[in-house]
């Protein structure tokens, strides 16, 4: 930022990542590899590139941000599964097989940590969690 230029408000230009978006990204990464309870928010801003008051515009606490990440791996579990469905709705065989290698597909690949929803439930136990909600 250039000296004496004041922050920039509102929605981010077109094509530009907002804030939510990169602390959202970043803490979901952080989460998954190193796990929730190891993460800060410390760590989530400086990786993310924001300021502390910017996480905290967007997330009211660092349970807000679990709740958004087990949210985000929610909607992309299911976008991933709506998707393998439709591909495969005219044959029950073919589904089958295709979500079962997606999912094996997925237990392959090195960075595999688990499942983020057991990993959370397993860090968080008390059902009354926020990030349990989903």
């Given amino acids: 930022m250039k000296a004496g230029a ?36 410390d760590t989530v801003v400086e990786r993310s590139g924001v300021s502390k008051t910017s996480l905290y515009r967007v997330f009211d606490s660092k349970d807000a941000l679990i709740s958004a990440f087990a949210a985000e791996k929610d909607r992309m579990f299911w976008a991933w ?10 044959d029950p065989r073919a589904l089958l097989d295709a979500l079962l290698s997606g999912i094996a597909k997925r237990i392959a690949n090195p960075a595999f940590r688990g ?16 990030g349990r909600a989903h």
Avoid at 81 to 90: G, L, M, Q, S
Avoid at 116 to 124: D, I, R, S, Y
């Fill in 81 to 90: 599964w709506d998707d393998v469905e439709k591909k495969h709705a005219e």
């Fill in 6 to 41: 004041r922050p920039r408000r509102g929605a981010p230009p077109k094509g530009e990542v907002s804030a939510r978006e990169r602390i959202l990204a970043t803490a979901s990464d952080l989460f998954y590899r190193e796990g929730i309870r190891a993460i800060g928010v």
């Fill in 115 to 130: 499942c983020p929803f057991l990993n959370l439930m397993t860090e968080f136990p008390d059902g009354n969690h926020p």
